[in-house]
């Protein structure tokens, strides 16, 4: 009596015969069914964990290296007749240095006028940390022009539209120490209180 021949196929991995209706080739042992394409060897899982490793510390390092080196911001916490007292931040990773700050009221039409400050107040620091923030107290310079302090008292006082319908704004010009670039911060003020206190510096001084 001769023996049925069982019908077979070739494995997919090793081309092995093996019966047509086997799910694992018994010769490499693999599976022959979709659960082979969820096997992975050990050199690929030890890849893997490897650059989940790597991107782990990686992620961080890439971050600092494309983020803004130097953010600066400014905030106005109080205006007195003769100085600003304002919060000075650096949101950025570089430390930050302070070049110059100045007063800037602008009016319609191309009325701009620019009044120098300088920074006193903070211990004579004029470098910001990143991620940090320092207290300073701005008060404005003085010209030693006589002349120039009545012509800036009589352009503030002849432009109602400065108080009216203009802006008036701290601006701050900053460099980062670590790399050659320079950015500026500003922050809003009151035009009324700005006036006020230009006419109570430059109209004591002209007198």
Not at 13 to 39: F, G, I
Request: proline share 4%; hydrophobic share 40%; with cysteine.
């Amino acid at each position: 009596m001769s023996e049925i021949a069982l019908p077979t196929k070739p494995c997919r991995a090793c081309c092995y015969d093996m019966p047509a209706k086997a799910n694992k080739c018994v010769k490499c042992s693999s599976l022959q069914d979709w659960q082979r394409y969820l096997t992975f060897s050990s050199s690929i899982l030890a890849l893997l964990t490897a650059l989940v490793s790597v991107s782990t510390f990686a992620i961080p390092i890439w971050k600092s290296a494309f983020a803004p080196s130097i953010v600066p911001f400014i905030s106005v916490n109080r205006m007195n007749l003769d100085s600003f007292l304002v919060s000075i931040g650096n949101d950025g990773a570089s430390p930050m240095a302070i070049k110059d700050f100045f007063l800037e009221l602008r009016g319609q039409g191309d009325l701009r006028i620019t009044v120098p400050l300088q920074v006193t107040g903070n211990n004579g620091q004029l470098v910001v940390d990143g991620n940090k923030n320092i207290a300073a107290t701005l008060v404005f310079m003085e010209s030693g022009d006589s002349n120039y302090d009545k012509v800036l008292l009589e352009r503030i006082n002849s432009d109602d539209n400065l108080s009216s319908s203009g802006t008036c704004s701290i601006v701050g010009g900053f460099s980062d120490l670590k790399a050659p670039s320079a950015v500026t911060g500003s922050a809003l003020v009151n035009c009324m209180n700005a006036k006020m206190m230009l006419r109570h510096k430059f109209g004591r001084d002209s007198q």
